[in-house]
Each structure stands twice: as structure tokens, then as C-alpha cells.
């Protein structure tokens, strides 16, 4: 048991909710409290993260970079399981009546409780998970029965994407949404050592990392690079299975120019292979602000994305677009053709990264909007807290809520009307 100090008490105290725990180790909601629960606790705050432990026995706490863990054994690893542990979670949470923070809405249901102690709860609504096709019609329905839900027991919501906030105020009034993004690190040097592990060149080949399914547009990618010989490589990153027809389907696209080295999860190897790749192909369809694409950006890749109001506002004018396997042709192309211009590309996706989604901006304005519902303005009261002032982020989450940034908006608004020059077929119409 981690015992609370009298300092302790006398700091604002937030419990994160609605992840498997830290570190970090199942996707990107935990790789968000990864850097925001040691990023608060070196502000003033104490942080308590909820871990979903397997097996059985007593909940036990520890201390992780300073963040309060609180370990909740719940049996197996199962989706029951696991929304055990959510209610367990908030159970424990309600106790104390701190500031909660929820990340993802699957079991928002459950808030209800803390509705009903009265305990200050912020959801951050994730994508429109309920309109994925990979779920079954039980499964999507769970997820919009959740998030309407969480739209109405969460006392504020967080939006990472303008087009999520689009999505949630036909459901709540606009000033119950913040929008705050997802974040990136800029990286600049990388060791060349896990790319040429691959049998890769630096500078000589392309990437897509994406798990394998329709939505994300992986077999669109691959047919269209391997319509011709390119003279680079495609490295398609994640798990292929025998017994997965889609799976077999994107395989049997390839040609022999495109590599599958499988799932690679160690973020320094996923680094390198990034930032000493020409670009990066990005096929989702669905979803806000998504984190590979961020870190694509921030790594200087230049950018194939597939052609939606997610991924314009995320990569604007730094990005080719495609609807098709046709399209990504013609796009792969024209990037291949034109060095010049896809240095440019690099050179402006690393500045869009560090003008409006670097981690230090994001989690400025989390700081500063759950310091709002925690009723201590004060904690904000530090040397670097005129700097964020004039972020945009902290701008944004200060005043109505309204998008993260006007200038972000007004780039993307132009890049709904100016694409980059690139050879494509005539036939727009979107592959379903």
C-alpha cells in the first residue's frame, strides 16, 4: 500500500480510467498516459492510473516514474474480463471523489456511478468506433449505445480531431467539447542499424504501418505500388495470418518489391525505419487524429494518405492523396518521379508536427483544462506557463472550446481545395 503524504493531499489529484495501464503496451490511448500522467506529476499533480492485472488475489498499489498504480487482478484476459476491470476501476475511483479522466468510451455506461457520487469525469470520446466495419452489428451497437452514453454522463468531452467534435455535438451542446489532438515527437537522427537489419537501404524504400484490415485501406496500398516496378521497396508492417482471407488477399497483391517483416513493437527500431524512409502511406478511413500518421509526420516522411476530412486536416498541403488502388498509383508515382518536391513535402510535415501537435503543446492544454475541472488554477502558476500561453493548444483549451487552432483549421480548409500536383485517373469515386 503507497501511503499519501500531507503534500500529497494538498495537490490537485487526477485518476485515469479506460486503460490497461502503464507502461505502455496496448495501443495509443496508454502511450497518451505514458507521457501525460509523469508530464502532470512533475507539475504538481498526483496521478493515479487503474491496471488491469490477470489471475486473481488482492488490488495492490505501487509507484511507477512517480505515478500511483493501483493494480486490479480480474481473472483472464477476456473482453468480459476487461469491462470487469473498468467497473472495478471506477468503483475504486468513486471512493475518493477526485478528477477522473476516462479515455474511450466502450464501457461509459459504467460512469453512471461516478455521475451518481458526484465525481468530475472528463471523457475523451476517442473515433467513431461504431461505424468500424471490422465489428460485428452486436459489437457496433454496444459502441453507440456507449457513446451516447458517455456524451451524456461525462461532465466535458475531448475531441482529438475537429471532425470527431462535428461528429459529438449533434449529441451535446458545442461548449461541452474541447478539441485536443493526439501528440508526436520530432525525431531528427535515428540509427540506421535496424533498417538495414531488414535488408533495407536508407532513403530507398517506403512504409505503412497499419493493422491489417479493410478500413485501413491495405490492399488498395499494395496493388497500387505494385502496379509497376519502382525501384524502391514497400515495407508493410504488422501480423499476417494463413487463416485471414484479407490477410492472404494483400499478400497475394504484392509484388516482389514489397516486403512483410511482420509486427515490430520496439519504438526506437519503428523510429528509424520512419525517419530514414521516403515516405509514408496512410489508407484509414475512419477515425480523429491517428497517431501513426503524427509520427510519420514528425520523423519528416513525406505523405500518401487516403483521401478524408481525418487525414486533410491532419497532413494538409504535406500530403498526396488517393480514393483508390488506382489513385495510389498514380500518387506513388508522382512522388517517385519528383525528388524535389517530396523534400519538400518532408521538410513540411516535420513543421506542421511542430507547429501544432508536439507533446508539449498537447499536454499543456490537458494540464490546463483539467486544472479548470479540478478547480486549481493555481498549479498553473509555473516559469513555463507564459510560453504554453501562447500556444495554440492552450489557447484552445482555455477559452470556448471551440477547435484546437484557427490557423490549423484554415490550412486544412485549403487543403480541401488544393492538393499537390500528381498524375491520377479521372474516377474519384471511393472503393467500398
Not at 28 to 48: D, I, S
Not at 244 to 250: E, R
Request: proline residues 6%.
Amino acid at each position: 500500500m503507497v501511503g499519501a503524504s500531507t503534500h500529497d493531499e494538498a495537490k490537485p489529484h487526477l485518476r485515469i480510467l479506460g486503460i490497461r495501464g502503464l507502461p505502455a503496451n496496448h495501443g495509443g490511448f496508454e502511450t497518451f498516459a505514458e507521457h501525460l500522467a509523469p508530464y502532470l506529476v512533475e507539475h504538481g499533480w498526483k496521478v493515479t492510473v487503474y491496471c488491469q492485472e490477470t489471475g486473481d488475489g488482492p488490488v495492490r498499489e505501487d509507484l511507477w516514474r512517480g505515478v500511483h498504480r493501483v493494480h486490479i487482478p480480474c481473472g483472464a484476459d477476456t473482453p468480459l474480463r476487461s469491462m470487469l476491470f473498468d467497473w472495478r476501476s471506477i468503483v475504486h475511483a468513486a471512493r475518493s471523489r477526485d478528477l477522473c479522466l476516462t479515455l474511450g468510451y466502450n464501457t461509459a455506461g459504467f460512469c453512471a456511478w461516478l455521475r451518481l457520487k458526484g465525481v468530475p469525469n472528463l471523457i475523451n470520446m476517442d473515433g467513431i468506433e461504431w461505424k468500424r466495419a471490422k465489428w460485428s452489428r452486436a459489437a457496433r451497437a454496444w459502441f453507440w449505445l456507449n457513446e451516447r452514453l458517455g456524451c451524456w454522463l461525462g461532465d466535458h468531452l475531448i475531441a482529438d480531431h475537429p471532425e470527431i467534435k462535428k461528429h459529438l455535438v449533434t449529441r451535446v451542446r458545442p461548449d461541452k467539447v474541447s478539441v485536443i489532438p493526439y501528440g508526436a515527437p520530432l525525431i531528427t537522427e535515428a540509427p540506421v542499424e535496424p533498417v538495414r537489419l531488414l535488408g533495407l537501404q536508407p532513403g530507398h524504400y517506403l512504409t505503412v504501418i497499419a493493422r491489417a484490415e479493410p478500413e485501413n485501406s491495405l490492399l488498395e496500398i499494395v496493388q497500387g505500388f505494385s502496379a509497376r516496378p519502382r525501384g524502391v521497396k514497400l515495407v508493410v508492417l504488422g501480423k499476417y495470418h494463413a487463416d485471414q482471407p484479407y490477410h492472404q488477399a494483400v499478400k497475394a497483391a504484392a509484388s516482389a518489391e514489397v516486403l512483410f517483416p511482420g509486427a515490430i513493437y520496439d519504438p526506437h527500431s519503428i523510429g528509424a525505419l520512419r525517419r530514414h524512409g521516403i515516405a509514408y502511406l496512410h489508407g484509414h478511413q475512419v477515425g480523429g487524429t491517428n497517431p501513426s500518421l503524427l509520427e510519420a509526420m514528425g520523423a519528416g516522411n513525406a505523405v500518401i494518405a487516403r483521401d478524408n476530412a481525418f487525414n486533410r486536416w491532419v497532413a494538409g498541403r504535406c500530403a498526396r492523396y488517393f480514393r483508390s488502388a488506382q489513385e495510389a498509383d498514380g500518387a506513388i508515382t508522382a512522388l517517385l518521379a519528383d525528388p524535389s518536391a517530396t523534400a519538400t513535402q518532408r521538410e513540411a510535415a516535420a513543421e506542421r508536427v511542430q507547429a501544432d501537435f508536439t507533446w508539449s503543446s498537447v499536454l499543456g492544454a490537458y494540464r490546463m483544462l483539467l486544472a479548470q475541472w479540478a478547480g486549481r488554477p493555481s498549479v498553473l502558476q509555473s516559469s513555463d506557463d507564459f510560453a504554453l500561453a501562447g500556444s495554440t493548444a492552450t489557447a484552445t483549451a482555455t477559452a470556448t472550446a471551440t477547435g484546437w487552432s484557427t490557423s490549423t483549421e484554415a490550412r486544412a480548409a485549403e487543403a480541401e481545395t488544393a492538393r499537390p500536383q500528381q498524375a491520377l485517373p479521372t474516377d474519384h469515386a471511393p472503393m467500398r
